[in-house]
């Protein structure tokens, strides 16, 4: 395989799943609370404290915010698509990177198929098509983990070996705080043992690594402290939500049970060859320690996921999406072992996987047609040139498999597939979806109430809503600029003329609009949130 054509099979893969139709789907997850403080860093000109409706936001450092800003200026656009571009970009550049690094030693074909895994594993799928910190975290913390291979792996110098690497980790640590030096940790340790070179961890290039860690992070974190009232509204508040990932409570201790089997579906489909080749090498004679340098890698890489899980499984709120950053390594060894497996039992397993993908086309042409049918019959406009585009591909997939059979591996022609069937079945189920998105609708609705109104229109975010209601806060951002976004903390503007906020805050609006004088109050729900909207005179002169 050439290199030309890997990367093609690489931009193909992402362009389907990953850009296309990224700016036609509602908000979605905490999304509000990534873009909203965004708009305001832009709005206000206030680039250390984030604030969500002009209150102090310290959940999470700024960085996603200011990458989602940054988008939106040099786009001009506000839109969904600028959102999000950063995540999808964040993406196809971690991809490339592990091509262009592991091709040299792994060759094309499987430095190919190590990156488009990472595209087409399931949760990265979910996770990394949102204006979510994921995306940026999971390439910072992959260019640490490529760049440490690289440069250990060719024998460089131990200052560049400990110092570069860390150079993305102090970046990282602007996306999520320094909870990701546990993961690095257990990176490290699995490789290095297995080449029995722990002794490498103490290079005195280490410590140094770790001070240009903390100087490129540090700055902001005393700059944010300078500037909060409060260290709760920033570092207290990081603090707080890595400590509430203890949380022995009934609730997660229910979910507890359930989180082996989500970390499998999460990789899924990678889960299965990395089940079958488990299997196949179980009765293997196992290396003996020490390994070459590359072998220590693959070993290390798989060895540093399972720790990882098993370090995730010990705490109840240890989510299995935090295990993305770690699918880079993982990505790794599931290709290193599977052609380990001897030839007979691999060639079998790709006959199965090929004759499946043929089965599983046809099946997906027939209910995707079916479905065109249904959103033409209940009039909902069907988008006729993805579909057209989907079908294209599909023909022409089924027709390169047909031609090839099982010459391009199963790490090629399932990441095809996956991105094919994304695409199509995105095409038929988008004017569906469009149907119940509520958020929109929900804004387009307030609008129309206040289309009369002259003078400011203010939502009033209190605490509880920005705290306890993130998915309501996509109202925030389909109000736009039409709306003033305000905390608890400030009095309402002069101009205000319109009101509006959850049910439970309406004595405090109230009491914020008295001066004015309330001529009508209504109720109106988006979403299963009851909101009070309070139309107000012109009050006191």
């Known amino acids: 395989m050439k290199p030309l054509f890997a990367i093609s099979l690489i931009l193909m893969t992402w362009s389907l799943i990953y850009f296309s139709f990224l700016g036609e789907r509602e908000l979605r997850g905490e999304e509000g609370r990534r873009i909203i403080p965004a708009q305001e860093m832009i709005q206000n000109d206030q680039w250390v404290v984030p604030t969500l409706a002009g209150e102090a936001y310290g959940n999470k450092p700024p960085l996603i915010n200011w990458v989602i800003a940054g988008s939106f200026l040099l786009t001009g656009s506000q839109s969904e698509l600028a959102a999000r571009l950063p995540s999808v970009l964040s993406l196809l550049a971690l991809a490339l990177a592990t091509f262009f690094t592991l091709q040299t030693h792994y060759g094309v074909k499987r430095a190919v198929s190590v990156a488009l895994i990472i595209l087409t594993a399931g949760s990265m799928i979910e996770k990394c098509r949102m ?39 102090g970046i990282g640590s602007l996306a999520k705080g320094p909870v990701h030096l546990i993961f690095w940790i257990l990176f490290l340790i699995p490789v290095l043992r297995s080449a029995r070179s722990l002794r490498e961890l103490f290079h005195p290039a280490h410590l140094v690594g770790l001070f240009i860690m903390a100087a490129v992070a540090l700055p902001w974190v005393f700059a944010n402290l300078a500037a909060v009232e409060k260290p709760d509204d920033s570092v207290g508040n990081w603090i707080n939500e890595i400590t509430k990932r203890a949380d022995f409570s009934p609730e997660a201790l229910k979910g507890w049970m359930t989180h082996p ?61 935090y295990l993305l950053p770690l699918y880079v390594p993982v990505a790794i060894a599931v290709v290193t072992l599977y052609f380990k497996v001897d030839e007979k039992p691999r060639a079998a397993y790709e006959r199965f996987v090929y004759r499946s993908l043929l089965i599983l086309t046809v099946i997906l042409f027939l209910v995707m047609t079916g479905g065109t049918v249904v959103s033409i019959q209940r009039g909902l406009n069907p988008m006729w040139f993805p579909l057209v585009l989907s079908v294209v591909l599909l023909a022409g997939f089924m027709v390169w498999i047909f031609k090839e059979k099982t010459k391009p591996g199963v790490f090629i022609s399932t990441p095809l597939a996956m991105a094919i069937a994304y695409f199509f079945i995105s095409s038929v189920s ?28 203010v939502f009033y975010a209190d605490s509880e809503y920005r705290n306890s209601h993130p998915k309501h806060l996509r109202l925030l951002y389909y109000l736009g600029d039409d709306f003033v976004d305000q905390g608890e903390s400030k009095q309402l503007p002069d101009e205000t003329r319109f009101l509006i906020g959850r049910k439970g805050s309406a004595a405090a609006m109230e009491t914020l609009a008295a001066r004015f004088g309330i001529q009508r109050k209504v109720e109106l729900e988006v979403d299963g949130l009851t909101l009070t909207a309070l139309f107000l005179g012109p009050g006191e002169s």
């Open 430 to 457: 988008l004017p569906f979806e469009r149907e119940h998105y509520q958020f929109r609708s929900g804004a387009a609705e307030i609008r129309d109430l206040t289309a009369e109104i002259e003078g400011k229109r």
């Open 261 to 321: 089997l989500e970390i499998l579906i999460n990789f899924f489909p990678w889960t299965i060859p990395l089940l079958f080749s488990l299997w196949c090498l179980r009765k293997k004679e196992k290396p003996s320690l020490p390994l070459p340098k590359w072998d220590a890698v693959a070993r290390g890489c798989f060895w540093s996921g399972i720790l990882t899980a098993l370090a995730l499984l010990s705490i109840p709120g240890g989510l299995p999406r």
């Open 131 to 169: 204006a979510e910190i994921e995306s940026v975290f999971i390439m910072l913390f992959g260019f640490a983990c490529l760049s440490w291979i690289t440069l250990w792996t060719s024998g460089k110098s131990p200052w560049l070996i400990w110092t570069v690497p860390y150079l993305f980790i």
